[in-house]
């Protein structure tokens, strides 16, 4: 039961374009959603995280977009730069407990 | 500013040894969570503490796994007897509190031979 699904394993886009990455889940009770980044032989950092009473937070080059009627939430990278490259993981939080994605490569192209 | 930090790096062992995996959080932190990542099965919880407490384990596979927390600057995930279906990135994660972000390690990558 898959509860936190990313459904694009990846997504190549060119430097300085928008880079849309996206996370359905199917519990109501998550009330917190993070996207961490991940490069190789790395932990996951944390990126950025909304709480599910807002539809949209922003940080630099960073948005989360949050859809709770359609239990979607999307994070957009604008510009796109060749370092973003990178897993991105969402994750959801039920009480303290975080469930994740199953991640997205992003290829960006110099 | 020192991360969590965890070791081994890597750990390479023969099935039916005992394997430990360490782990040391950021200072001041109160609560750590242990994930295992595989192919199959993503990044998955095994179990979390608050302030030196184990409060959630409902993730650990199964009796050949513990964790213990002894005290704030340091816990344990232990394996015994390993299994193949073991080896998967261990990682250590821990937070301000149960409710805060995540910092996580760089993972203990574990082989079972």
């Known amino acids: 039961d898959q509860q936190v699904k990313q459904n694009s394993p990846s997504l190549s886009v060119q430097e300085g374009r928008i880079s849309i990455l996206n996370c359905d889940y199917t519990?109501?009770?998550?009330?917190?959603f993070l996207w961490y980044k991940k490069y190789p032989a790395e932990g996951p950092t944390f990126l950025i995280s909304i709480s599910s009473i807002k539809d949209k937070n922003e940080d630099g080059r960073f948005t989360v977009f949050l859809n709770k009627s359609a239990k979607h939430l999307s994070l957009h990278i604008v510009p796109s730069q060749p370092g973003d490259s990178a897993v991105y993981f969402c994750?959801?939080?039920?009480?303290?407990?975080?469930?994740f994605g199953e991640g997205t490569q992003l290829t960006v192209n110099p | 500013d020192a991360g969590v930090i965890q070791s081994p790096r890597h750990e390479v062992t023969e099935m039916g040894q005992e394997v430990t995996l360490r782990c040391k959080p950021i200072s001041g932190h109160n609560s750590l969570f242990w994930y295992r990542q595989t192919m199959m099965r993503g990044l998955e919880l095994l179990i979390y503490?608050?302030?030196?407490?184990?409060?959630?384990d409902s993730g650990m596979p199964e009796d050949r796994f513990s964790a213990k927390m002894p005290n704030a600057s340091f816990s344990t995930l232990k394996i015994q007897p390993s299994e193949p279906r073991d080896s998967a990135v261990y990682f250590c994660?821990?937070?301000?509190?149960?409710?805060?972000?995540?910092?996580f390690g760089d993972g203990t990558r574990l082989s079972i031979l």
């Open positions: 994750a959801a939080r039920s009480g303290s407990r975080l469930t």
């Open positions: 994660a821990s937070s301000l509190g149960a409710d805060q972000p995540q910092h």
């Open positions: 503490f608050n302030n030196n407490v184990p409060i959630d």
């Open positions: 519990n109501s009770m998550f009330d917190y």
